[in-house]
Nanobody, 127 residues
């Protein structure tokens, strides 16, 4: 069982930046695909960004179209941590952001493709 704990959410003004962190309990963290999802009130949970597992230092990042150029996902396997740096925030980015882990080595950006989820961290962007 992998436990994921997110942090770094909060209130930010439009145009501002925020960095989310997610710490995993699993010592084999480097073998998991990690993803960030978000869910706004009344909407379905949606993919934000993901990063594949690392063989050494090699991993691949994926982004939702709405995030390209405004977010960077990274991972530090030594710290069992995945980060999401978000820049140029917009009010429509307001949502609860979730960290998720996928045990398969095959890439997926679907909610159902992830096996473990954190509790979420609220991000509010004011206009």
């Amino acid at each position: 069982q992998v436990q994921l704990v997110e942090s770094g959410g909060g209130l930010v003004q439009a145009g501002g930046s925020l960095r989310l962190s997610c710490v995993a309990s699993e010592r084999t963290f480097s073998t998991y695909i990690m993803g960030w999802f978000r869910q706004a009130p009344g909407k379905e949970r949606e993919f934000v960004a993901g990063i594949t597992w690392s063989r050494g230092s090699t991993s691949t990042a994926y982004y939702a179209d709405s995030m390209k150029g405004r977010a960077t996902i990274s991972r530090d396997n030594a710290k069992n941590t995945v980060y999401l740096q978000m820049n140029s925030r917009k009010p429509e980015d307001t949502a609860v952001y979730y960290c998720a882990a996928r045990s398969s080595i095959v890439w997926s950006s679907t909610v159902r493709g992830y096996d473990y989820w954190g509790q979420g961290t609220q991000v509010t962007v004011s206009s």
